[in-house]
Nanobody, 117 residues
């Protein structure tokens, strides 16, 4: 099993920045993709950004140029640096790990990000 623990959410004003972290523990194989998804009020859970074990990244169009995903493989941790935040970025942000060897995915419990003045 894999456990994912997110941190770094909170309340921020429009135009501000936040950095989310997600630490993975448990039975982790090196070949995995980690990422962030978000679910706004009354909306479905959508992709924000992913990063492979070789650091290939993918972003939703809505966050390109504002968010940066990165990872530290030695710490089994993925980060999401969010800048120029907008009210529409308000959501619960979920960390995801997709194990390419076992073809399984795991989710964190989520962290709330609220962008409001």
């Amino acid at each position: 099993q894999v456990q994912l623990v997110e941190s770094g959410g909170g309340l921020v004003q429009p135009g501000g920045s936040l950095r989310l972290s997600c630490a993975a523990s448990g039975s982790i194989f090196s070949m995995n993709t980690m990422g962030w998804y978000r679910q706004g009020p009354g909306k479905q859970r959508d992709l924000v950004a992913t990063i492979t074990h070789t650091s290939i990244t993918n972003y939703a169009d809505s966050v390109k140029g504002r968010f940066t995903i990165s990872r530290d493989n030695a710490k089994n941790t993925v980060y999401l640096q969010m800048s120029s935040l907008k009210p529409e970025d308000t959501a619960v942000y979920y960390c995801n790990l997709y194990d390419l060897r076992r073809l399984k995915q795991f989710w964190g419990q989520g962290t709330q990000v609220t962008v409001s003045s």
